[in-house]
């Protein structure tokens, strides 16, 4: 493989570009090829995949992204020590036993959708999944967030968030696009986040005693021992975490949906399962491997982009500085000898005895290595706590249901998911 033999073919949207890299995926787990003028590495075997991001981060990383006039210096798009000591004072938040302090917040935002369909489907009248789903997974980190339910003002505020979001390129260095209002949803976002910050300070203020933890109060206390976090950085942070707090768990929860609508007989044998199964932990494996089986098929985070600092060898064949090197968990998860069947929805494949690889890599719907995806933890918890109380109790039916999908930013379902309702009896 050199990179004067890699293919060259025109990329003049997201959805083709993902023909692109599965042509290219054929080749084998590394591919050598072009987009433009850029010479590109393509990474779907595991073993590449865990060498490029757990291995040698340090070789391979983040430059230019994507979503920087969004996020600023939040998180996801800080490189070096800023990145490390910012991602110390969050971990512990969404770990396993850190996300147990926000499932109040969780349960309440999952009970107010579950009442939203209770209420539709008693009067017969139709509900948009999409919007259900954004809904909740706003509201849930809006709430862990700043202690308070997400309210209808602020919800139409940060619409801008979904506007910028939709504009942003595939990967670092591409254009946005240019149809959507992006600046003035920036100036939305700015003015809801820096009102929200304010808010904060003053209650602060008020309150020195029995504080409710908060994300945003935490930010607020490192702000008064580390000069680093200023006013703007707070700002990206609270920004990084709603966006990354809800986009990905919302997608995943449309697309489950849509999963369970073209294949009435797993929605079917998944109901079985569930009224038969003996106990709580039971039943949240059938949901858990639902949410796994979606991530495979559809992991929000479908091409993790990274650039080669430096001169290396991956697998054999020279990587030159420069160089971009695309992950591709969407092929990774597709690879026959991998997954048998790949395309075959399967959550059998997450329950005990079921067949999938071994390989740490062979499933990163959240990402590896250091930088693999913060807030997996909450994420799967949330979508949890929702789905019990949903998929026992509704059936919707989507009308028409999306048959395509849209590789941007994120992996989303092209349409509405507008749905009738039908009660479940168990």
Same mark, same amino acid.
């Given at each position: 493989?050199? +990179? ?24 084998? /787990? ?5 987009? *433009? ?33 969004? +996020? ?6 800080? =490189? ?9 004072? !969050? ?65 139409? #505020? ?15 260095? *591409? ?44 930010? @607020?206390?490192?702000? #008064? ?10 700002? &990206?942070?609270?920004? =990084? ?17 849509? @999963?369970? &609508? ?8 998944? @109901? ?11 039943? &949240?494996? !059938? ?11 559809? $992991? ?14 991956? &697998? ?19 690879? $026959? ?5 790949? #395309? ?6 997450? @329950? ?47 009308? /028409?249901?999306?048959? =395509? ?7 989303? $379902? ?13």
């Amino acid at each position: 493989m050199t +990179l004067d033999e890699a293919k060259s073919p025109p990329v003049q949207s997201s959805n083709n570009m993902i023909e692109l890299l599965r042509e290219a995926a054929e080749d084998g /787990p590394l591919t050598a090829l072009r987009i *433009g003028d850029r010479p590109c590495v393509l990474v779907t075997g595991p073993e590449q995949t865990q060498q490029v991001l757990a291995r040698r981060p340090d070789v391979y990383v983040k430059r230019g992204h994507r979503a920087r006039r969004l +996020l600023g210096d939040g998180l996801i798009s800080a =490189t070096g020590e800023p990145w490390k000591s910012q991602r110390r004072l !969050l971990q512990a938040q969404f770990t396993v036993a850190g996300t147990k302090r926000w499932g109040q917040h969780i349960a309440a935002a999952a009970e107010r959708i579950a009442h939203r369909w209770e209420t539709a489907v008693t009067a017969a009248t139709p509900v948009d999944v999409g919007q259900d789903m954004r809904f909740f997974a706003l509201d849930t980190i809006w709430r862990s967030l700043t202690g308070a339910a997400l309210d209808e003002v602020t919800q139409r #505020e940060l619409d801008a968030v979904d506007t910028v979001v939709a504009s942003l390129p595939t990967t670092a260095g *591409g254009a946005s696009d240019p149809s959507l209002a992006v600046d003035a949803a920036l100036r939305q976002i700015d003015i809801t986040a820096h009102r929200v910050i304010a808010s904060a300070r003053a209650h602060r203020a008020r309150e020195t005693s029995d504080r409710s933890p908060t994300l945003l109060g935490l930010l @607020l206390d490192a702000s #008064e021992g580390d000069p680093h976090y200023t006013d703007r950085l707070i700002r &990206d942070e609270l920004v =990084t975490l709603l966006v990354a707090g809800h986009e990905t768990t919302a997608q995943t929860l449309c697309w489950l949906f849509v @999963l369970l &609508d073209r294949h009435p007989d797993v929605h079917e044998q998944f @109901l079985t399962a569930y009224a038969a199964a003996p106990d709580t932990a039971r039943r &949240d494996a !059938l949901l858990g491997a639902l949410v796994q089986e979606t991530l495979r098929l559809y $992991p929000a985070v479908w091409l993790i982009p990274r650039h080669a600092a430096e001169d290396d060898v991956l &697998d054999g064949h020279p990587v030159a500085a420069g160089t971009s090197v695309l992950v591709c968990p969407y092929l990774t998860h597709r690879i $026959p000898a991998l997954w048998p069947d790949p #395309e075959r929805f399967d959550p059998s494949r997450f @329950l005990p005895g079921g067949e999938r690889p071994t390989h740490p890599a062979a499933f990163q719907p959240f990402g590896i290595g250091a930088r693999a995806c913060l807030g997996q933890h909450f994420a799967l918890r949330e979508t949890v706590t929702l789905l019990r109380l949903l998929l026992p109790a509704y059936r919707p039916s989507l009308t /028409p249901a999306p048959r =395509t999908a849209v590789f941007g930013a994120n992996l989303r $379902p092209q349409g509405s998911l507008r749905a009738t309702l039908t009660r479940v009896s168990l």
